[in-house]
């Protein structure tokens, strides 16, 4: 029924049924992230050109409504690095109001857009977009902790990237070594206990024992207490802003950006937790909840949310399985901000910079940024311009060209591929029939399945194969992928193709490719992905059918 895609899960898990057992794990899960998101929540708001306390608001807050209205089981909401570039510049170019209104503005428009269900078109943003602007937000949180992480004495830090760099060369000599010691302190504790105990909370472990350090021997080193004055420990009444037209078409484009972010990355969010649970989220009432929790921080004095894919991954781990956790962890929150407000006061700035450093270079992604290095020619222009334009320029400029850019590299690609295909069948072309794959299934060998894709895989598409597991109860013992009818991959079908045969490989699965086209096998071998794929080419079905009938009588393992 179409209601059911506004449903949130909560409703939807308590329908199922609910009992003491599933909620003695999803406290355990509400703990384990309120731990890791405390000290976080702190540094993002810090890093965001407000004060910690609005971090651990917007947690609360946005936090406990993303949970309960929200279109996933497991999504943890609250405030992220990927605001925290706007935020900073929204706040220094309006004021903390002008921040308000942007955000409620991003919160209408975000249930707008859930309410006209286009929660699907995150699938239309190309993975060269999304990983240079997320690259790129990471380099300027890591430049934004570069002072307190250095101890440096200035009395602002400018905005712009080159101007900002140039200051801290500026005051060079007033490196405050006790700060570069804590720093470097809570780094290697937070690194090291990511290494070898995992699954113990680095950042909490690495913000209590630094300041232990600190307060101890009264390193003379900027805190909490020292630079914000500590942390109320009550909650702000909401309060309205004062708004007029002349504000709103100002902000406009703030909030926009704003909804943007939450959008795209709350989705992201949501997909990945799929990935790991194997549970599928709503994404319009997903929408639709991220823009109500907006709202509702920012009338409490909080900063724009979003789902946050790390502490969503920590609930999963932490064996979260309904929204029951991420409520629990916003109240968890709330009782830690209210009972040991005082002892914030003690946690100097230089640790929570290297929280947020740890976040920056995890938010960077560089392994996948390398990786898409390899990609085609134009799709690493995307990458480089898009990384480029969000750290010298703006993230919403960076956002529009890379996504327009996107566009017209895609429409030039398909103008090459119709012009190459008059010239006659390649080696790899597969039988060019239209019959549909149900005809198939009767000359299968028991354990194989198959499944033809169509037209191009670039970035607007790449779900058709990410829903290709959903298609079978158990996994077969091989999988054939008929690629005889795609003309064209892009690095965003790339990944897509890569994560599917993974799956299918982890599962113990066979999967063979057949009729692979010129341009996808060109753009597959730059990219590394033929050897290490983890699937087998065949010439056309034919051959793909011969090859599954060798492997399931011999039975050979994936």
Excluded at 10 to 17: P, R
Excluded at 230 to 237: F, M, N, V
Excluded at 285 to 296: F, R, S, V, W
């Amino acid at each position: 029924m179409a209601w059911r895609q506004f449903l949130p899960k909560l409703v939807t898990a308590l329908q199922e049924g609910y009992g003491w057992a599933n909620l003695r794990l999803d406290a355990v899960a509400g703990l384990t992230v309120a731990i890791v998101a405390l000290p976080l929540a702190m540094a993002l708001g810090i890093a965001s050109g407000t004060t910690p306390d609005k971090g651990l608001l917007t947690a609360v807050i946005a936090g406990f409504l993303i949970s309960c209205l929200g279109g996933s089981r497991v999504q943890i909401g609250g405030p992220t690095g990927a605001f925290v570039v706007v935020v900073f510049n929204v706040i220094a170019k309006y004021g903390y109001d002008g921040l308000v209104i942007a955000t409620l503005m991003a919160g209408a428009i975000l249930v707008v857009a859930g309410a006209l269900r286009l929660g699907t078109w995150v699938k239309y943003i190309p993975e060269p977009v999304v990983t240079g602007f997320t690259a790129g937000i990471a380099v300027i949180i890591f430049s934004s902790q570069v002072k307190d992480l250095l101890g440096l004495s200035m009395a602002e830090v400018p905005a712009a990237f080159a101007e900002k760099w140039g200051a801290f060369w500026a005051v060079r000599q007033t490196v405050n070594p006790a700060a570069v010691a804590l720093a470097v302190l809570a780094l290697a504790i937070i690194l090291l206990l990511r290494r070898f105990m995992p699954r113990l909370p680095g950042f909490l472990i690495a913000v209590v024992g630094t300041s232990c350090l600190a307060l101890i021997f009264a390193m003379p080193v900027e805190t909490i207490g020292t630079q914000f004055g500590g942390i109320p420990r009550t909650l702000p009444s909401p309060a309205w802003p004062d708004i007029n037209l002349s504000k709103l078409q100002l902000l406009l484009p703030s909030a926009l950006t704003i909804a943007f972010l939450a959008g795209v990355e709350s989705l992201l969010s949501a997909m990945v937790a799929d990935g790991m649970t194997g549970r599928h989220h709503r994404s319009n009432a997903e929408l639709i909840a991220q823009g109500i929790a907006n709202m509702a921080s920012a009338l409490f004095g909080g900063l724009p949310a979003t789902g946050a894919i790390a502490r969503t991954a920590t609930n999963i781990r932490a064996g979260g399985s309904s929204p029951i956790a991420g409520i629990l962890h916003a109240v968890f929150l709330l009782l830690f901000m209210l009972l040991l407000a005082p002892l914030a006061s003690y946690i100097p700035l230089a640790c929570l910079a290297s929280v947020l450093v740890v976040v920056a270079w995890n938010m960077s992604d560089t392994p996948r940024f390398i990786h898409l290095m390899s990609a085609p020619l134009g799709d690493r222009v995307v990458l480089v311009l898009t990384f480029l334009l969000t750290v010298l320029v703006d993230l919403t400029v960076a956002i529009e060209v890379g996504v327009v850019l996107a566009s017209l590299l895609f429409m030039h690609r398909m103008a090459e591929v119709a012009g190459a295909q008059g010239g006659g069948k390649n080696a790899f072309d597969d039988d060019q029939d239209n019959s549909d794959d149900i005809s198939q299934l009767g000359d299968l060998p028991p354990g194989v399945e198959v499944f033809r894709m169509r037209g191009p895989l670039f970035f607007g598409v790449t779900h058709r194969l990410n829903e290709v597991l959903d298609r079978t109860d158990k996994p077969p013992i091989v999988f054939i992928l008929r690629m005889g009818l795609v003309p064209m991959m892009d690095s965003s079908g790339v990944s897509a193709f890569l994560a599917l045969t993974t799956k299918y490989q982890r599962a113990g699965t066979v999967v063979i490719v057949s009729g692979l086209q010129r341009q996808p096998q060109q753009v597959l071998m730059q990219m590394h992905a033929i050897n290490d794929g983890g699937f087998r080419l065949a010439r056309d079905f034919s051959h793909a059918l011969d090859l599954a009938r060798t492997l399931v009588q011999h039975q050979e393992p994936a």
